[in-house]
């Protein structure tokens, strides 16, 4: 599985843009890129999926690059309420998928 | 559906009783996992199964856990005997494997176990 490097934590301010970048230098042809959310006392939650380019869904948009060695996720106009740990994870998934999780990046978001 | 169902929410036990974790997966998900998540360690895979068959246990701290799932609808983790440093929040989750890149994980709320 290929092993991801994201910051260990990021401040931000209601209302504006946040980008977390993932580094996944050692992807796979085959590997999809995934991101979670985990809000404290919770499981973590499926934020968006992508294997290349430009995904977007109501919530946010991933971008990946040509070369697929790292990925942004990009919450427009964030609120208090996104404050939570944002995980990126890289896998084969076809097939005997292995969700395996890193140290995620802790978002605070600042009124 | 009403999701992932674990169940206790919470478990206060004794050093060297047996605890038993229960999780009930998404009707129709073929793949289901076990996650242990402390402050120190954050969001660990113990174990996890794909058609009722465990694939992969390198996660599984000790002897002392282990993991069953008898069936498509039910799955348990043991800890015996438990320690207090197994105290932790214990995730199971499940997820429809095999759909070509379509591996939502979704997760239960949790248990937390707390080891006196």
């Known amino acids: 599985l290929a092993k991801t490097t994201q910051p260990i934590s990021m401040d931000s301010y209601e209302g504006q843009e946040v980008n977390i970048t993932c580094s996944h230098n050692n992807i796979a042809t085959n590997d999809y890129i995934t991101w979670y959310q985990q809000f404290p006392s919770q499981g973590p939650r499926f934020i968006i999926q992508?294997?290349?380019t430009k995904v977007t869904n109501e919530v946010a948009s991933l971008f990946i690059p040509a070369d697929r060695k790292s990925s942004t996720l990009s919450l427009p106009r964030v609120s208090l309420s996104d404050t939570a740990v944002y995980y990126c994870?890289?896998?084969?998934?076809?097939?005997?998928?292995?969700?395996?999780f890193g140290t995620g990046t802790r978002l605070t978001i600042i009124p | 559906d009403a999701g992932v169902i674990q169940s206790p929410r919470h478990e206060v036990t004794e050093m060297g009783q047996e605890v038993t974790l229960r999780c009930k997966p998404i009707s129709g998900h073929n793949s289901l996992f076990w996650y242990r998540q402390t402050m120190m360690r954050g969001l660990e895979l113990l174990i996890y199964?794909?058609?009722?068959?465990?694939?992969?246990d390198s996660g599984m701290p000790e002897d002392r856990f282990s993991a069953k799932m008898p069936n498509a609808s039910f799955s348990t983790l043991k800890i015996q005997p438990s320690e207090p440093r197994d105290s932790a929040v214990y995730f199971c989750a499940s997820s429809l494997s095999g759909a070509g890149g379509n591996t939502e994980a979704f997760f239960g709320q949790g248990t937390r176990l707390t080891v006196v």
């Open positions: 199964f794909n058609n009722n068959v465990p694939i992969d």
């Open positions: 994870l890289v896998g084969d998934f076809f097939g005997n998928e292995k969700l395996t």
């Open positions: 992508g294997y290349k």
